[in-house]
């Protein structure tokens, strides 16, 4: 099995960066694929990045894509989201989830283990 613990939410302000980290713990992390979600109140749980079990493959939302950026260490057992330009339409709960299958998926009934979620708040 995956346990994932999230960190590095926090307040930001509109055109900032914020960088948020996956620690995975687990024997089945370097065969998994990951991704990235987020949800704000009242709205349904929203895809946003996925990459491949080795750390090349990856897709995009098309409302992140260019600002945001995935990426895995293996020997570290990480997976952080890199998000630059924010704005306050990112604002939201966002969570970490891991595959036991080795490809990349955009939804999120095809992830098995999932973070706790950590908030993000852009202000303006």
């Known amino acids: 099995q995956v346990q994932l613990v999230e960190s590095g939410g926090g307040l930001v302000q509109a055109g900032g960066s914020l960088r948020l980290s996956c620690a995975a713990s687990g024997r089945t992390f370097s065969n998994a694929a990951m991704g990235w979600f987020r949800q704000a109140p009242g709205k349904e749980r929203e895809f946003l990045a996925t990459i491949g079990w080795l750390g090349r493959t990856t897709y995009y939302a098309t409302s992140v894509k260019g600002r945001f950026t995935i990426s895995k260490d293996n020997a570290k057992n990480t997976v952080d989201l890199q998000m630059n330009s924010l704005k306050p339409e990112d604002t939201a709960v966002y969570y970490c989830?891991?595959?036991?299958?080795?490809?990349?998926?955009?939804?999120?009934?095809?992830?098995?283990?999932w973070g706790q979620g950590t908030q993000v708040t852009v202000s303006s």
């Open positions: 989830a891991a595959r036991q299958s080795t490809f990349t998926a955009s939804s999120a009934n095809d992830y098995t283990y």
